[in-house]
């Protein structure tokens, strides 16, 4: 199965969960603060111990290299995090300029100082430097939280285009009703650690 | 020259200024008269207990014996570097890797400096293996107990960072990359510091002694720089080992950062 399968996923607490999002589909996960969504994602890009098994397009997760996997996988956390004191340094690789373009930067961007980021500049470059790594899945936790209106857009649209030309499924953590109408092909909710189609 | 030794009445001149200073703590409000007194009355008896120890060992000289001794003092060092680790961690670990790593590390210098440097007969007389392994032991202690408490201490704090890295695909290695290079070189600091004043500062105690024991100057400045490489290079060595074992144990064989490897330590 081309895709992301997820096979009785457990990890502090949750689940078991099972999911299959399949090549290019888009499935969005909602649940009160708690409920274990971020948790969840964090298993399956295998940052926490788990018992159950994840599978993108038929390899198991154990099978490769962490690094790789982590590569691959592509995790968006709720917070990104930089260290560097420029934005460019956090990149290994040049940033593709229409990839910049459609989050609504120029060029200039990687010399910023990350000091002076606003949250939304933050969560914004989160992305651009995470689909730099050319992931095959997207696993996104909250992507849009501190975005005004025209860059949710953005945002939405980036991914849109991003899952249809490579054909990745995404997970998308969302709390936003209209946006989850917006963009997803199916929706679940996490209640007490397991997911129920909603 | 003759030593001049030193009567019991001399020694309690200078504990009454000890005494002085606790009753100006307590004055003050500061707190750390117990602790004070407390220290002060452990070095006395361990002092005292070590002298008869010494007696003992010079008049027996054996290989035995020195072993003990040697695995006492790495015993106690080791338990030491772990009680002062903020978070330590779990396990045989906690223990394990500072002494494994002040093993290795202090055995091997002393080791080298007591049959190729100094060449005693026999090479494990008494006169100078216990000194030097116990001047070895005190640095290399601090080395390897400031590295880890740093490295430990910052990966707690800078987890989201380290995870970060990890959902970017970097490796353990680079993911921790500069938190170990930071921890490594906080152990670094003391020695390289000591090193730098060393005769203009500060008069290294083992020196004094020695020439207060009535050595000639140069013989003791020969000593003293003798000590001062081989505690460099026990104290790198040995913190280089522990910090970078303790850094990988951070992680799991699938390079997840495993915080609750560690736990809440003493002071």
Known sequence: MQGLRIEALESNGIGPCSLEVAAGECVCVSGASGAGKSLMLRAIADLDPHHGKVFLNDLECNTMNPGTWRRKVGLLPAESQWWHETVGEHFRDEPDSSILVALGFEGDVLAYQVMRLSSGERQRLGLLRLLCNQPRTLLLDEPTSSLDAENIRRVERLIEDYRTQYQTPVIWVSHDQQQIARISDRHYRIVDGKLEEA | MDLISLSAFDLSLAAILVLLLAGISSWMGLGVERSLLVAAAR??????????????????????????????????????????QHRRFKGIWGFGLGTTSMFISTFTVTLLSLTVVINAHPWYAPQYAIPLLGMMFGNTMNGIALGLDRLTQTAWQSRTIIEGRLMLGYNWREAIGDIHRDSVRAGLIPIINAMAVAGIVSLPGMMTGQILAGARPMDAVNYQILIMFMIAAGTGFGTVVAVTFGARRLFDHRERLRLDRLAKGGQ
């Open chain 2, 43 to 84: 070095t006395v008896v361990q002092l005292l207990l070590i002298g008869l120890v010494l007696k003992a060992v010079f008049t027996n000289i054996h290989l035995v014996w020195m072993t003990i001794i040697a695995l006492v003092m790495l015993l106690v060092a080791g338990r030491e570097v772990m009680v002062r």
